[in-house]
């Protein structure tokens, strides 16, 4: 039981890290890429998933994190463009009705279940 325990807090403290590093690649251009190898490195080694909305905005061109100053809908897509290399990431826009779709399912039978445990 304890081994268990110190690997999701081990998972959990690697998560923060991998969020601070991109937020440092933020901050400090001449090491960006640097960052960034380090986190995907580090979820890589201790099996921890970076989350989409965050993975999608990492080039993988120029391997740097930004916050995209061009995002544009085309054609059933939505597109990010890496203000530092010009690189375009395309997705479609279904996928993410579906996980919305998903999330909201999950949600509702969370609070049915909530709800049959508080009568």
Do not use: T
Request: charged letters at 40%.
């Amino acid at each position: 039981m304890k081994k268990k325990k110190k690997k999701s807090d081990l998972k959990k403290h690697i998560y923060k890290m991998i969020l601070d590093l991109l937020n440092m690649s933020l901050k400090n251009d001449d090491f960006a890429k640097e960052y960034v190898n380090l986190a995907m490195k580090l979820s890589k080694k201790f099996n921890v998933k970076i989350p989409l909305n965050i993975k999608r905005k990492i080039c993988k061109k120029c391997n740097r994190y930004f916050n995209p100053g061009i995002v544009r809908i085309k054609k059933g897509y939505i597109i990010y463009k890496c203000p530092y290399c010009g690189f375009e990431k395309w997705i479609k826009i279904e996928n993410l009705k579906r996980k919305l779709i998903l999330e909201k399912k999950d949600l509702q039978k969370k609070f049915l279940e909530k709800l049959k445990a508080g009568e």
